[in-house]
């Protein structure tokens, strides 16, 4: 029987699969209602579930792939040759064969009832996402390959099973927890009230260098700050590095250089780099 008495499951692997039934609306009302309140009292099944529904937003928002009419015309030959081999042979009159000579009988070939167009898209959006990063450094104005490397880490982040290490609203913890692992940690402040909670922290790695990474949830999508040590000791104010169909900003004060990613709109996204700015400047 479950320890929570809500009918779900207790292990971890029932539970996201009842996660993924949520947000993808397969639930009745009493079902979604126990999963939504097991949610709210479990930190890292709230990441989980921010994570799915953050996910499933960025691939909505890819752009279906063009298929040119070139292509088109080879997919519909490759289709045409399937149906011809699969097209049984003209009936002979039947001929006296011994038993031991009679050919092997085999299945026509179902080429004909394939859907080639639907194999060509599929491979086109499989193209699109495994070119995310290469896409973003021909995109954005980023001139060096950081920006792609912060993007690259938040779309794993978004396909990871917790797009944090350590899950915790609680700088007190996130920020200990990041110093003893990379060395040095950001201000994480927990702008929950300004509409971005703090989910935690996680450890990335860019340029061979561990670097530390804070993840903000805004309604059903996330926001990844990457911080990383400003040599410099100078200044500069944000700038937009949007591109490949998320938003980028980066901005530097005396200690960090901060990227901030997520597929929120600019206008979303700046508002949280505001706050953030504030909240680490007090």
Do not use: C
């Amino acid at each position: 029987m479950s320890a929570h008495n809500d009918g779900l499951p207790d292990d971890p692997a029932g539970v996201e699969l009842m996660i993924h039934a949520l947000v993808d609306g397969e639930l009745d009302a009493a079902a979604a209602l126990a999963v939504e309140r097991r949610i709210a009292a479990d930190p890292a099944l709230a990441a989980e579930h921010a994570r799915i529904v953050a996910l499933q937003s960025a691939v909505g928002r890819l752009a279906l792939p063009q298929v040119s009419d070139a292509l088109n015309a080879r997919i519909a030959a490759i289709g045409a040759t399937g149906e011809a081999q699969a097209r049984p042979a003209p009936t002979r009159p039947p001929q006296t064969v011994p038993t031991h000579m009679r050919p092997t009988q085999t299945r026509p070939g179902r080429f004909g009832a394939f859907d080639w167009r639907a194999m060509a898209a599929s491979i086109l959006v499989t193209a699109v996402l495994a070119s995310g990063a290469t896409q973003w450094v021909m995109l954005s104005r980023a001139p060096d390959s950081f920006a792609a490397a912060v993007a690259s880490g938040h779309r794993r982040s978004l396909l990871a099973a917790s797009p944090v290490d350590v899950v915790s609203s609680d700088r007190h913890t996130v920020k200990p927890w990041l110093d003893g692992r990379v060395g040095l940690s950001p201000p994480a402040p927990d702008l929950a009230s300004d509409g971005f909670a703090l989910l935690g922290g996680r450890v990335e790695v860019i340029a061979d260098q561990p670097v530390p990474a804070l993840v903000y949830r805004h309604r059903e999508h996330l926001i990844t700050l990457v911080a990383a040590p400003e040599e410099t000791g100078s200044t500069a104010g944000p700038v937009d590095l949007s591109a490949g169909g998320f938003s980028l900003v980066h901005w530097s004060d005396s200690a960090f250089s901060y990227w901030a990613i997520s597929d929120v709109e600019r206008p979303e996204l700046d508002d949280f780099v505001n706050r953030f700015r504030a909240a680490a400047t007090r």
